[in-house]
């Protein structure tokens, strides 16, 4: 493709890496700490209902149930992040097919197809396990307030970040497709690079990035999960 990207030399969220890279970007390392950055998300209202979550109060949308049967969350878990990861594999959108198209449109669709599905699946298992949590201990459901508050904070911030990715895709799109117009000499002498391997590379690299944004959407069922294991190696 005559196409080249500058390594990035930041060490941050594997999504973040992938699409530095990209778009042809040196991430690095942000100067404030994560604490003081995060800071700035909370208004004073967000600030009060954290400060009601550790002081023990409960959180409304928190419902502690029946105990669950031990790994029944982490079962669901897994269940339902390789259902997700298996339907962007599968996702012949995706795939390397002769019918592709040479248009953005469809895959800016499909994209954000997948995107709701990933939101809806891990939404409904942060409430699964809040409530399994809440079930467990007043500590517990203090964790589960906690998580409650931050979603409400950060979710919205989320969505807005994660929203943007299909932008970046189509300028990556757009950059292989007009390279594959303008071969390199050496390309065009050996005759060896089919018409539309561009935009093969372009779909490995979407299927990669939804990947990637899976796993950055699983770290807070991440998170929960290991507050429930280390809750169940306690309980004697």
Known sequence: MGQVFRRTSFNGPALIRLLSR???????????????????????????SLSAALDGAPATTVQPGTRAPRNAEEGECQRVRAALANAIAEDSTFGIAKDATPEFTPYRRRYLARQQAMEAGVGSLRSRLRSALAAKSPAMARLASVD??????????EHSLLSAVPGLLEKHFERLRKAAETPDEAET???????????DVF????????????????QPVEGLLEALRTQATRTP
């Open 148 to 157: 409650v508050v931050m979603a409400q904070v950060l979710e919205a911030r």
């Open 22 to 48: 990209l778009a042809g970007i040196d991430a690095r390392e942000p100067a404030q700490p994560t604490a003081d950055r995060l800071s700035q998300w909370f208004g004073w209202t967000d600030a009060i």
């Open 189 to 199: 002498d050996s005759g060896t690079q089919p018409p539309d391997a561009w935009l």
């Open 203 to 218: 779909r490995k690299d979407a299927q990669d990035v939804l990947l990637a944004e899976l796993d950055f959407r699983f």
